[in-house]
Nanobody, 123 residues
Framework: QVQLVESGGGLVQAGGSLRLSCAAS????????MGWFRQAPGKEREFVAF????????YYADSAKGRFTISRDNTRNTVYLQMNSLKPEDTAVYYC????????????????WGQGTQVTVST
């Protein structure tokens, strides 16, 4: 059974940091690229970051560049999203997802999704 489980969300003050984790199980994740998305209340799900299966290629939304870092540990089947200098507009539910293609920001290109973890940034 394929499963993605996010963790690490929480409440943080503006300017603070959080590290999200996405633990994968059910298949060999070293052959899957991974992405992080987020969805704020009343808004569409939006792309945040992408990492290739080897970790050699990363890609970020403009809103994440310079503040967020995506990484992965294939020995642990885990993908991370380090978020620094958080802003109130980063408040959202964050999701990880997998896919077998090249860099893509389209949620429809991703296969399996986790249940999400809430990130709330206060002023």
């Amino acid at each position: 059974q394929v499963q993605l489980v996010e963790s690490g969300g929480g409440l943080v003050q503006a300017g603070g940091s959080l590290r999200l984790s996405c633990a994968a199980s059910g298949r060999t994740y070293s052959i899957f690229a991974m992405g992080w998305f987020r969805q704020a209340p009343g808004k569409e799900r939006e792309f945040v970051a992408f990492i290739s299966c080897s970790g050699g290629t990363t890609y970020y939304a403009d809103s994440a560049k310079g503040r967020f870092t995506i990484s992965r540990d294939n020995t642990r089947n885990t993908v991370y999203l380090q978020m620094n200098s958080l802003k109130p507009e980063d408040t959202a539910v964050y999701y990880c997802a997998d896919q077998r293609g090249a860099v893509t920001t389209s949620a429809s290109e991703y296969d399996y999704w986790g249940q999400g973890t809430q990130v709330t940034v206060s002023t």
